[in-house]
């Protein structure tokens, strides 16, 4: 029994033995195949050497100078480039700093600029005149039926008194008289124009007595009465010498209120030697 069991273990290690050496001998032995004889095979490249191949290691020196020495292009001599412009010269270009003397606008003139102020009498519209008194526009016409002049009547003091305001030239006349050279007293000299010739007018009704009225041609002083029509539109005006009987009386017809602007009205005028200095 023993020798059956011992032959049998010697056996068993036997066929592992051979086993385990064929396989070892299957492992090594790699089949090659046969060579194509239709096909080129390349040639197997060399074994590169290290010490031929390795890049030099990079020298410091060099490597400054090739930063500074910038390659310059070779130029193309069938290209033509345009020259560079020249660089920008900040005293050439640079806007000059303004002048404040004589940039800055200079400060209005308050004796220039400001407006004057107006004038009341010249500048304010008047108020309609009352028809139904002698205020207002007139205008005395000549016997031929030419406007001589035109008057202005104005309430003063509850008096009535009327003064030139336009006067025309009469056939024959070389120049318009400017001035009364023959009045007296505050009158003397004084301008035409503005100059009054009725006075003192009181009103009783559509009647006017008490006044004066002035002939500016010699400087005559004249009692005189007016009387306003019914309809004021016509106002008689006489001047007479000692009693009424003995006078003259001309009639005057009404202007519209706006037959003048106020600007072109003149005022009441006085001689030089009345004038304020």
């Avoid at 930063?67 to 020249?86: C, E, K, Y």
């Avoid at 526009?137 to 001589?148: A, K, L, V």
């Avoid at 030139?164 to 009364?180: A, D, N, S």
């Amino acid at each position: 029994m023993r020798t059956r069991l011992r032959f049998a273990v010697a056996m068993t290690t036997a066929m592992l033995a051979t086993g385990y050496a064929r396989s070892a001998s299957n492992q090594d032995a790699i089949p090659v195949p046969a060579p194509n004889p239709f096909r080129t095979v390349a040639p197997a490249a060399p074994a590169s050497n290290q010490s031929d191949t390795a890049a030099p290691a990079p020298n410091p020196s060099k490597a400054v100078s090739n930063q500074d020495a910038i390659p310059v292009p070779v130029p193309n001599p069938f290209r033509t480039v345009a020259p560079a412009a020249p660089a920008s010269n900040q005293s050439d270009t640079a806007a000059p700093a303004p002048n404040p003397s004589k940039s800055a606008a200079p400060a209005p003139s308050p004796s220039k600029t400001a407006a004057p102020m107006p004038n009341p009498s010249k500048t304010e519209a008047p108020a309609a005149y009352d028809h139904n008194t002698a205020a207002g526009f007139w205008q005395e016409t000549e016997d031929q039926g030419r406007p001589g002049a035109w008057f202005l009547f104005v309430e003063k003091d509850g008096l009535y008194e009327g003064r030139f305001v336009k006067m025309f030239k009469q056939p024959g006349e070389q120049e318009l008289i400017l001035t009364c050279q023959k009045c007296t007293g505050d009158q003397k000299d004084a301008p035409m124009m503005g100059l009054t010739i009725v006075k003192g007018m009181k009103r009783n009704g559509n009647k006017y007595a008490g006044g004066s009225i002035l002939d500016p041609r010699d400087g005559t002083v004249y009692h005189a009465q007016m009387e306003l029509s019914e309809d004021g539109q016509q106002l008689s005006v006489r001047g007479y010498l000692g009693i009424p009987l003995l006078g003259q009386t001309q009639i005057w017809t009404r202007l519209p209120d706006d037959a003048m602007a106020p600007d072109d009205i003149p005022e009441n005028s006085v001689g030089p030697a009345s004038t304020p200095e």
